[in-house]
T-cell receptor, first 112, second 114 residues
Framework: KQEVTQIPAALSVPEGENLVLNCSFT??????LQWFRQDPGKGLTSLLL?????REQTSGRLNASLDKSSGRSTLYIAASQPGDSATYLC???????????FGTGTRLKVLA | DADVTQTPRNRITKTGKRIMLECSQT?????MYWYRQDPGLGLRLIYY???????NKGEISDGYSVSRQAQAKFSLSLESAIPNQTALYFC?????????????FGPGTRLTVL
């Protein structure tokens, strides 16, 4: 059974700092991995999707990497801003299951 | 206009009441999903539908039922609500086939069962 873990659960950093959020999964037979952002009381916004054949994806100040063999993905946020404060979720689409399994998220606070 | 909409956005109900949460999408996607989110547990899949005639149970379907009225509409029902169904409920869509299967989420419905 696929399990997805995100560490740390919460993180506070000063504005301008580069930071890394971690996501690990137990079954490496994945179809893809998706990173989401969730603002309080709101839905999830897709940030990046990495297919199983890819090593990384970039969008603006965000870079997500994928290492299937070790069951890990990282989301790198460059030059963090207060507007980046949100909960970041990763979700893994396991092959043969047709569904995503979500981590519990990392709650990020960027201090001005 | 939002691509995936959910109604109502907030609902307070009493134990034993029947309640329906509705989801509509204008993205033209075949696949639709219902999730619930609880603090510390992340999102868990309740039901999913690959097209109007294809509905499947997710991880936690007990106490819930769904109806796919059209490609664009997917409703979640709680036949007899109980307090541990208090949660944030999300509808999501994704395009059929292909490799991406990127999911697009609605804004959520906050349900409280007293």
């Amino acid at each position: 059974k696929q399990e997805v873990t995100q560490i740390p659960a919460a993180l506070s950093v000063p504005e301008g700092e580069n930071l890394v959020l971690n996501c690990s999964f137990t079954d490496s037979a994945i179809y893809n991995l998706q990173w989401f952002r969730q603002d309080p009381g709101k839905g999830l916004t897709s940030l990046l999707l990495i297919q199983s054949s890819q090593r990384e994806q970039t969008s603006g100040r965000l870079n997500a990497s994928l290492d299937k063999s070790s069951g890990r993905s990282t989301l790198y946020i460059a030059a963090s801003q207060p507007g980046d404060s949100a909960t970041y979720l990763c979700a893994v689409f396991t092959s043969g299951t047709y569904k995503y399994i979500f981590g519990t998220g990392t709650r990020l606070k960027v201090l001005a | 206009d939002a691509d995936v909409t959910q109604t109502p956005r907030n609902r307070i109900t009493k134990t034993g009441k029947r309640i329906m949460l509705e989801c509509s999408q204008t993205k033209g996607h075949d696949r639709m999903y219902w999730y619930r989110q609880d603090p510390g547990l992340g999102l868990r899949l309740i039901y999913y539908s690959f097209d109007v005639k294809d509905i499947n149970k997710g991880e936690i379907s007990d106490g819930y039922s769904v109806s796919r009225q059209a490609q664009a509409k997917f409703s979640l029902s709680l036949e007899s609500a109980i307090p541990n169904q208090t949660a944030l409920y999300f509808c999501a869509t994704s395009p059929a086939g292909g490799i991406r299967d990127e999911q697009f989420f609605g804004p959520g419905t906050r349900l409280t069962v007293l």
